[in-house]
């Protein structure tokens, strides 16, 4: 098993960037591809991106081609979120997730762990 704790969040200004972490406790981060999904108020859960378990391949939302990143450091067990050029439409909770597979799914109903969430906010 894993946990996942996310952390990074909080209120910026559209334009601006953040970067959420999420740290991951257990043993073998590195077999586990990880993504980061998010949900606003009234939506469904989103895909924002995934990373393979090695880091080499990394996949996107459409919403977010462009301005997030998604990146992993397998020796200190977490994986980061870069986002840039935030609009007021990227606000949500946005939650860390990990799947024991080679290839990180996009569905967030094939994830089997889940961190609490980290709200991000962008507004003015």
């Known amino acids: 098993q894993v946990q996942l704790v996310e952390s990074g969040g909080g209120l910026v200004q559209p334009g601006g960037s953040l970067r959420l972490s999420c740290a991951a406790s257990g043993r073998s981060f590195s077999r586990y591809a990880m993504a980061w999904f998010r949900q606003a108020p009234g939506k469904e859960r989103e895909f924002v991106a995934a990373i393979s378990r090695s880091g080499t391949s990394t996949y996107n939302g459409d919403s977010v081609k462009g301005r997030f990143s998604i990146s992993r450091d397998n020796a200190k067990n977490t994986v980061y979120l870069q986002m840039n050029s935030l609009k007021p439409e990227d606000t949500a909770v946005y939650y860390c997730?990990?799947?024991?597979?080679?290839?990180?799914?996009?569905?967030?109903?094939?994830?089997?762990?889940w961190g609490q969430g980290t709200q991000v906010t962008v507004s003015s």
């Open positions: 997730a990990a799947e024991l597979t080679s290839v990180p799914p996009v569905r967030w109903y094939e994830y089997a762990y």
